[in-house]
Nanobody
């Protein structure tokens, strides 16, 4: 059974930091790119960042470049998202997703192509 379990969300003041974790199981971790997406209340889910072990590619949405850092620990089948200089507009549910092999971190208009599995999400709230 494929599982993607997010953790690390919470309430933080603007300017603060959080580190999210995504623990994956049930599939060959190294074959899949892992992406983070977020959804604010009343808004469409948007891709935030992605890491692909197969080709070493990392992608960030423009809105988080320079503030967020994605990393992967293949020994633990876990992907992290370090979020610094958080803003109120970063508030939302953050989802971890596995991208089908071969798609890498290809970004469309709002999210990554080829997402096959989703986690249940972790809530991040940034107060002003």
């Amino acid at each position: 059974e494929v599982q993607l379990v997010e953790s690390g969300g919470g309430l933080v003041q603007a300017g603060g930091s959080l580190r999210l974790s995504c623990a994956a199981s049930g599939f060959t971790f190294g074959d899949y790119a892992i992406a983070w997406s977020r959804q604010a209340p009343g808004k469409e889910r948007e891709g935030v960042s992605c890491i692909s072990s197969s080709d070493g590619r990392i992608h960030y949405a423009d809105s988080v470049k320079g503030r967020f850092t994605i990393s992967s620990d293949n020994a633990k089948n876990t992907v992290y998202l370090q979020m610094n200089s958080l803003k109120p507009e970063d508030t939302g549910v953050y989802y971890c997703a596995a991208v089908r092999p071969g798609w890498g971190c290809s970004y469309g208009s709002t999210n990554y192509y080829g997402i096959n599995y989703w986690g249940k999400g972790t809530l991040v709230t940034v107060s002003s």
